[in-house]
């Protein structure tokens, strides 16, 4: 189960006694005033270094505060408008986490082309971009005023971080505008009471540019000319790529060599594994009343595993009652018979439940750390330990390593939810801890498949009976991205993803059936009416129609020529089509598309036509089964889905009744 608290340090020190009836003073921002402007700024019109730049970033500052009571970062951003795109940057968004930050002291202003300026007096709102397991994703946003080609802009802003906390940190250089210069400092947060160790990595920085730390013990760096960041469909994720400095604290253990990190790191993550699981009594009860000792090794997995589903999962709850709210000031959880015994956890408590389980119902199960990898790519190398922060159960069956994450909402039993999918694992085992890879699976294993029945009318419509089913990471994903919504709601989401699949404007879907939205191992399965007007296009005496239906979704991919990044996709998946089509009476089949099949290695395509009687059978198969690919392949990828979009423009000539008789 991944852990989002895994990016800060919390402090139990007898100190916190104090702070607790210490009188806070406010955070409170640097001068309000900002730097001096330069006349070549103003009168700039372009940056030969960003040819064709709607907008250019002239100076970024960010100065960050580690003192571990009023911890802050205080943020600068100065910006020249050089085109009427470049407009856009006045409408500003400054992205935070609610649970950790605030935004505040925001001032900004705009500078005109004459030199003159215009302050920000109106409202900053707060937006809500994302809801993920419970956490709301929020952005300070405001327009400044008066923007225009050849203004300036600028504004600053202070993050407010959680008291009491101290959290690792980033200088992120990389933007959507290129830098003419930035400036970063941190000072760090020391204490008498717990001793710290502050260390910082980085990659992709431009020349010149390193992170030094000075007599006063800050660390300070400037940045000069860094190119603004390029987004692409299909990329890693951008904190993997974009350039940057990370600075992690750690509270104990300073170690260069990696193997003895690692060592200790699985001693003192493995102690309090076994410390929070070893009732081993207590679970051999509750074994007892999950599984008969009869049934099949697998059987008593799958049952184990069904039981701890479904207990309530705290990680995914949005909004808390009064009761609960009362729950959350009761006593911490301190191992599975108390987890047992309460009857609710988060999920990283559930997953490791489940281990316990397993283990008292005779298997071989061990604890894994893994990494994420749904902001970044981890390599032991880094000695980043909170970089191992979601936590999974492997058991050994039958000569076979099966992987299990019961507290991740949805998850079919024997897989992992895709962050957590082929990703390095330190295994908690008596050999002090083992690296692993976790397992990928196979494109089969997640499927959409399009099974419909439908009607051509004489007037060139398609209507009839279309059943979606999603099986494994697939339906994973749609019930977790729904679980909140009302039955309104998750119905419009369904009826809208087929609209996107369907390459026409005048498409009506109605779903027809109640899909099971609380399972995770049956397939989603959701069924509707659909018509499509003007499928068919007259051609003098004759009708055409496209060889492939479910097909907008390909036909704007991999369009671009060149490639900076990697390609990434989520998880291997398969999109499976079976449509039937039945003709108008008298109506004949001209001609059908020749059988195509593409092998790409990592992509397969498959597209069949076939006349069955007075109707056409159409079958399409596409599979991914890679992660990542480097940009070299790139241009042979986009080659494959050329093919594909080819494929699927392929025309079947059909013979209305009228011109069937005139022949």
Not at 116 to 142: C, M, N, P, R, W
Not at 500 to 516: A, F
């Amino acid at each position: 189960m991944p852990d989002r608290s895994a990016s800060f340090v919390r402090f139990n020190w007898f100190a916190l006694m104090l702070f607790a009836v210490a009188v806070l003073l406010p955070v409170t921002c640097r001068a309000q005033g900002f730097p001096p402007l330069s006349p070549e700024d103003l009168k700039m019109t372009s940056e030969p270094k960003a040819p064709g730049a709607p907008a250019i970033i002239l100076y970024r500052e960010v100065d960050r505060d580690d003192n571990g009571r009023t911890s802050h970062e205080d943020n600068y951003v100065r910006i020249k408008i050089l085109t009427e795109e470049g407009r856009e940057q006045g409408n500003v968004e400054i992205e935070f986490f609610k649970v950790d930050e605030d935004v505040v002291n925001i001032h900004a202003r705009t500078i005109r082309p004459d030199g003159s300026s215009a302050d920000f007096d109106g409202k900053v709102f707060e937006k809500v971009i994302e809801k993920a397991q419970g956490l709301k994703y929020l952005a300070k946003t405001f327009t400044l005023p008066e923007v225009q080609v050849g203004s300036i802009i600028e504004y600053r802003y202070t993050y407010d971080l959680r008291e009491h906390y101290i959290y690792d940190s980033h200088w992120t250089l990389s933007h959507p505008l290129f830098t003419r210069r930035a400036k970063f400092s941190l000072k760090p947060y020391t204490t008498d009471y717990t001793p710290m160790t502050l260390r910082w990595t980085w990659q992709g920085l431009p020349p010149g540019a390193a992170p030094q730390q000075g007599p006063d013990h800050i660390v300070r760096m400037e940045a000069e000319n860094i190119p603004a960041f390029q987004v692409e469909d299909f990329m890693p994720p951008p904190t993997q790529l974009r350039a940057r400095v990370d600075f992690i604290y750690e509270d104990e253990y300073r170690e260069t060599d990696p193997d003895q990190f690692w060592r200790h790191v699985a001693k003192k993550r493995g102690g309090a594994l076994e410390s929070f699981i070893g009732k081993r009594k207590a679970m051999e009860a509750a074994v007892a009343q999950i599984v008969s000792p009869s049934d099949p090794p697998e059987v008593k997995l799958r049952k184990i595993y069904d039981r701890v589903q479904q207990i309530r999962n705290t990680s995914y709850e949005l909004q808390k009652t009064a009761q609960e709210e009362k729950r959350e000031k009761e006593k911490p959880v301190e191992n599975v018979e108390a987890l047992w015994k309460r009857g609710y956890g988060d999920g990283q408590q559930l997953t490791w439940l489940y281990l316990a389980l397993a283990r008292a119902a005779g298997f071989e199960a061990y604890g894994v750390w893994a990494s994420s990898r749904s902001e970044y790519f981890f390599s032991p190398k880094s000695m980043e330990n909170r970089k191992l922060n979601a936590n999974v159960v492997l058991v050994k069956l039958n000569g076979k390593d099966l992987y299990f994450d019961p507290g991740a909402a949805f998850t079919p039993f024997g897989m992992l939810t895709w962050p957590e999918t082929g990703v390095p694992g330190l295994c908690l085992d008596k050999e002090g801890g083992t690296w692993l890879n976790t397992a990928l699976p196979s494109s089969s294993e997640s499927r959409i498949e399009h099974v419909a029945k439908l009607r051509l009318t004489e007037a060139g419509n398609l209507e009839g009976k279309l059943t979606v089913t999603y099986t494994g990471l697939e339906a994973m994903y749609r019930r977790l991205e729904e679980r909140n919504a009302d039955e309104v709601a998750r119905k419009k989401s369904l009826e809208d993803r087929i609209r996107l699949q369907i390459p026409s404007t005048t498409i009506e879907v109605e779903l027809t059936n109640q899909p099971d939205w609380s399972h995770s191992e049956t397939p989603l399965v959701a069924e509707y009416h659909v018509s499509i007007q003007d499928w068919a296009t007259n051609a003098g005496k004759r009708t055409v129609i496209a060889a492939a239906l479910f097909t907008a979704v390909e036909k704007h991919i991999f369009e671009h020529t060149n490639r900076v990044h990697p390609i990434y996709v989520d998880f291997p998946h398969e999109k499976d089509d079976d449509v039937t089509i039945e003709l108008p009476a008298g109506w004949q089949v001209s001609s059908v598309p020749a059988p195509q099949t593409q092998e790409g290695h990592v992509v397969t395509y498959h597209l069949k036509v076939d006349k069955d009687g007075s109707a056409l059978h159409l079958t399409r198969k596409l599979s991914w089964d890679f992660l990542l690919l480097e940009p070299k392949y790139y241009p042979a990828l986009r080659n494959f889905f050329q093919t594909v979009r080819t494929g699927d423009d392929e025309q079947i000539i059909l013979q209305p009744a009228a011109a069937s008789a005139s022949n």
